[in-house]
């Protein structure tokens, strides 16, 4: 029964003309290489205290700038169904 068992040939294909490193046809995200998640086979658990760990010590201009850039849609939301947006002045 071997034609039931299939196996996949990897082919280590090398441009001839290339001078660059390694294989230009590497998938890869540009983020990688700063992810602690990314690239080793750990537990569900590892992974998920290292996703939390990395979101406490994240950089907080970055939140800021996220919340305001989210405040600014919501309004435009608010605006586009036309809400009344006269509640949040002050008299």
Not at 12 to 26: A, L, M, Q, S
Not at 46 to 73: C, E, G, P, Q, R
């Amino acid at each position: 029964m071997g034609f039931l068992k299939r196996t996949h040939n990897k082919f280590d294909y090398k441009p001839r003309y290339y001078k660059g490193e390694g294989n230009p046809f590497k998938i890869e995200h540009k983020l990688d290489q700063f992810r602690k998640t990314a690239g080793k086979n750990k537990g569900i658990k590892a992974n998920f205290n290292d996703a939390i760990n990395d979101l406490k010590n994240s950089d907080k201009s970055v939140n800021k700038t996220l919340l305001i850039i989210v405040a600014i849609l919501v309004f435009i939301f608010l605006y586009i169904i036309d809400f009344d947006l006269s509640i949040f002045k002050i008299n």
